[in-house]
């Protein structure tokens, strides 16, 4: 027999490794366990206490607002009738509620479409003068809102689009665009110049790229966009506050602002909690369906290299 046989044997018919038994497996995996737990849990205590602190308020409303109080439409026992005070106030809450749909709608349409076709000129584009424009574009965040309100008001009057839904919805595009353009140039940014140089080598124009390839990259982008734009034009007060003289055109907020002191300056909380609940509901429901791509489009940019 050879060395390299005898060395063969020996390994071949040595002593077999120990293997771990089920029950130390499972101990191991249950240390792992507990001490995933013991990690998260602080993490876990954090986001809790914060999700209560904001949720906390919408839940006393929503309950406030069916419970019966003394002085309201609802004074025994649990149901809707501080509802039907809102819904039967002056041109009704459906009235209102097409308003600020109106409003809202029209904003985010132009909101989408102005800083689409902003942003993919400021990341695409090279152009005199392109840095400093975007510049002055992003300055207008420095400016108070409310101190533009007064001369957009003489500015609305001498267009004609005086106590109109289409002036609010304008005034509130032009508030929005800055941030609005800013996000969707990050986002083009984040997205390889390859990919539109490659649509046009196989024929696409510049538009078609756009179209075809570069919309599909920034949707979350857009969804991101739209969403604050929607939430800023149907919470907003001030601008419809100011612009708006028709009580029938008068959006969801400022109907429910007026509708607290409605009889001699007292203040029907249960229609007021109601019409809260009204306006709130809306924004939760746009904002658990779209969150995905709301975090999404935040983030586009925050990992381009």
């Not at 800023?232 to 008068?250: T, V």
């Amino acid at each position: 027999m050879t060395v390299a046989s005898t060395t063969e044997s020996a390994v071949t018919d040595g002593p077999a490794p120990p293997t771990p038994s089920r029950h130390e497996g499972r101990k191991k995996t249950e240390g792992m366990t507990i001490a995933g737990i013991a990690l998260r849990t602080p993490y876990w205590v954090f986001t809790g206490a914060v999700a209560l602190i904001f949720l906390a308020p919408l839940v006393w409303t929503a309950v406030a607002s069916v419970s019966p109080q003394p002085g309201t439409n609802q004074v025994d026992g649990w149901g809707f009738g501080n509802y039907r005070t809102l819904a039967a106030y002056q041109a009704g809450i459906w009235r209102y509620l097409a308003n600020s749909a109106f409003v809202s709608l029209l904003t985010v349409t132009l909101t989408l479409l102005i800083s689409f076709l902003g942003g993919y000129a400021f990341a695409r584009f090279r152009f005199p003068g392109k840095n400093l424009l975007f510049l002055i574009t992003l300055a207008i965040l420095m400016v108070p809102y409310a101190t533009l309100l007064i001369p957009l008001y003489v500015l609305l009057n001498q267009v004609g689009l005086q106590n109109s839904l289409v002036g609010v919805a304008l005034v509130l595009t032009m508030f929005q665009l800055p941030f609005s353009t800013f996000l969707m140039r990050i986002s083009f940014e984040a997205v390889p110049r390859e990919l539109d140089e490659a649509a046009m080598v196989d024929g696409c124009s510049s538009f078609g790229a756009l179209w075809r390839v570069l919309l599909p990259a920034v949707k979350p982008g857009l969804i991101t966009v739209g969403l604050f734009g929607f939430l800023a034009a149907w919470n907003d007060f001030m601008a419809p506050l100011i612009l708006i003289n028709d009580s029938e055109r008068m959006t969801l907020p400022l109907a429910v602002s007026n509708l607290r002191g409605q009889v001699q300056g007292v203040v029907d909380y249960g229609a007021t909690e109601a019409g809260v609940v009204v306006l709130a509901l809306p924004c939760i429901v746009l904002f658990l369906l779209l969150q995905r791509h709301y975090v999404r489009g935040f983030m586009s940019g925050a990992l381009k290299g």
